[in-house]
């Protein structure tokens, strides 16, 4: 017996995104019927899994990745302005859920500490303070301020400095206003409010297998329940799978879909286990990635708060294993190779031979290795105190770009039908902290006529009142307004 269900919406994988876009939905148009499908027998256990992220709130402060050089060696802010509005439209949001009583407290998810970039040599010195003195002048990064002094940076960074040489080249840049996320208590809460509206079914162990467009315009979803068929059809399907998206998007079948390949890069992270450490460091210290390296392994020593629990992490290290999502297959890799994309995923592979090559010392490194690494940022360090664990798995974007030949794509990126009846979110960065400016845009692209209306139009701009993505909004004061109305509701207060 095939179980059958319909909804206006169905939702694959219960994690960050599509959590956001469920309450998005929600919000936009109460009583919608919409099916949230995860395989696994709980929310967020992939990549949205606290311990699976970095927890990092996303507002281009600290992350030197986002800030490159342009050709005359100054840093082009441009990406870091659009991930820092996207930031602010996060915080927007759930600071509307806070008021609304549709997420109660926002102290277990959210927690303000400040961002540090930290670099070594004249040379990164000189280009961290150039950067700081173009973003601090920006009402966005105001307050950020530079310290090349040691005593200063034993101030701000006391396990950072200590039994640090006094001649040490070295420089920081610190930002109050940064924050760590929990977003597997964010994800489970809004997943939580979710469940109570009418209309809204979360179904755990369901695993989408296979979906292809019917005659009657519908999407059929073809889905495993231990060993039982679901059915559910659908007008609209968003397929949030995580790294599991790129197969289910190539089982779709859509032309947008053609070219689109993944290399899959896992992380892991030193967790550490001795309380005062942990009590004696408060901040999130982004370095410089290595020559080489993926921005994404940038190293970083992170404060968290997981569960409720203050914790401190450092990495990631990076590896490579061809599976999609950390409870996926070995097989995924393979899986995805077809006639399309075989082409771009070769060639990606030839020209990047610097990122493979640093993917495979990176998976040699031993203990001995990874311990100097985390000596760089705490030369104290003592292997005792830290266990190694697996993080999330990420799948980077490989994709045939008119004019410029196959690419390896860090960003996220949406492919959707030309008829708006399916979107499926690839790639990885910046992440869950852009969560709803990727799922207003989406939403945007996928439902025109709505917005057109007026009707949800008027509800977003309730939900999300100051547009930081538009340069005309970005005034000091407007800036200010918004971010005063947001840090009372969701308790933030700058340090
Ligand atoms: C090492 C690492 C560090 C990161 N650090 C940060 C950070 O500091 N800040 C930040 O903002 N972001 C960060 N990110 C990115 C962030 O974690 C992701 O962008 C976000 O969690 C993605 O959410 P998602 O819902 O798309 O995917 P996921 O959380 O991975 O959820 C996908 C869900 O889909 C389910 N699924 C898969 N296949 C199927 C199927 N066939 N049927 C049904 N369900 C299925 C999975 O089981 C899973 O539950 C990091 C990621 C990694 C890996």
Redesign the pocket.
């Known amino acids: 017996m095939v179980e059958r269900i319909q909804a206006d919406a169905v939702l694959?994988?219960?994690?960050?995104?599509?959590?956001t876009l469920a309450t998005l939905l929600q919000q936009l148009e109460p009583g919608l019927t919409v099916v949230i499908?995860?395989?696994?027998g709980r929310?967020?256990?992939?990549?949205?899994?606290a311990l699976?992220?970095?927890?990092?709130?996303?507002g281009a402060n600290c992350e030197l990745n986002y800030t490159p050089m342009d050709a005359h060696g100054r840093p082009n802010l441009h990406k870091a302005l659009a991930i820092n509005g996207a930031y602010e439209q996060s915080l927007q949001f759930w600071a509307a859920l806070v008021e609304q009583g549709a997420l109660s407290c926002p102290g277990t998810f959210l927690h303000q500490v400040p961002h540090y970039s930290l670099v070594w040599g004249e040379e990164d010195v000189a280009a961290l303070e150039q950067r700081q003195q173009r973003m601090a002048a920006l009402p966005q990064f105001a307050g950020m301020v530079f310290s090349r002094d040691h005593a200063a940076l034993r101030d701000w960074l006391p396990l950072v400095m200590e039994g640090r040489p006094g001649e040490d080249v070295m420089a920081a840049t610190r930002y109050g206003r940064g924050t760590d996320?929990d977003?597997g208590a964010l994800?489970e809460s809004l997943l939580s409010w979710l469940q109570r509206q009418p209309g809204v079914e979360l179904r755990l162990n369901?695993?989408?297998?296979n979906l292809c467009r019917g005659s009657d315009g519908l999407w059929h979803l073809d889905?495993d329940h231990g060993g039982k068929r679901v059915q559910v059809d659908s007008p609209f399907v968003f397929l949030?799978?995580?790294?599991?998206?790129l197969l289910?998007l190539q089982r779709a079948g859509l032309p947008e879909a053609r070219g689109y390949g993944g290399f899959p890069v896992s992380?892991r992270w030193l967790i550490c286990q001795t309380a005062p450490l942990i009590g004696r460091h408060w901040g999130k210290v982004y370095g410089k990635a290595p020559m080489g390296a993926p921005p994404?392994s940038m190293p970083h020593l992170d404060s968290r708060w997981i569960s409720g629990h203050r914790g401190l992490l450092f990495g990631?290290y990076a590896g490579f294993s061809s599976k999609f999502?950390k409870?996926g297959s070995l097989l995924d890799l393979p899986a995805s190779v077809r006639p399309h994309n075989l082409l771009p995923m070769v060639r990606v592979g030839l020209r990047e031979r610097h990122l493979v090559g640093y993917l495979l010392q990176q998976l040699r490194q031993g203990s001995r290795e990874r311990l100097s690494g985390l000596r760089r940022f705490l030369p104290q360090a003592r292997p005792e105190d830290w266990n190694l664990a697996v993080?999330?798995?990420?799948v980077q974007i490989i994709k045939q770009e008119p004019g410029r030949g196959a690419q390896l794509k860090l960003g996220?990126e949406v492919v959707a039908a030309a008829d708006g009846s399916l979107a499926a979110?690839l790639g990885?960065?910046?992440?869950?902290?852009?969560?709803v400016n990727i799922m207003v845009n989406l939403l945007q692209r996928c439902f025109p006529q709505r917005f057109r209306s007026g009707h949800w139009s008027q509800r977003l701009a309730r939900l999300l009142p100051y547009d930081p993505t538009t340069t005309a909004a970005a005034s000091a004061a407007a800036l200010g307004q918004c971010r005063q109305r947001c840090d009372a509701i969701l308790g933030l207060t700058e340090v």
């Open positions: 694959v994988g219960a994690g960050m995104m599509s959590a499908l995860e395989r696994l929310v967020a256990a992939e990549s949205s899994a699976n992220n970095a927890g990092t709130g996303h996320v977003f994800t369901h695993v989408l297998r889905v949030g799978a995580g790294g599991g998206t289910l992380g994404m990631p999502l409870h993080a999330g798995q990420r996220t979110l990885a960065s910046p992440g869950a902290s852009t969560a």
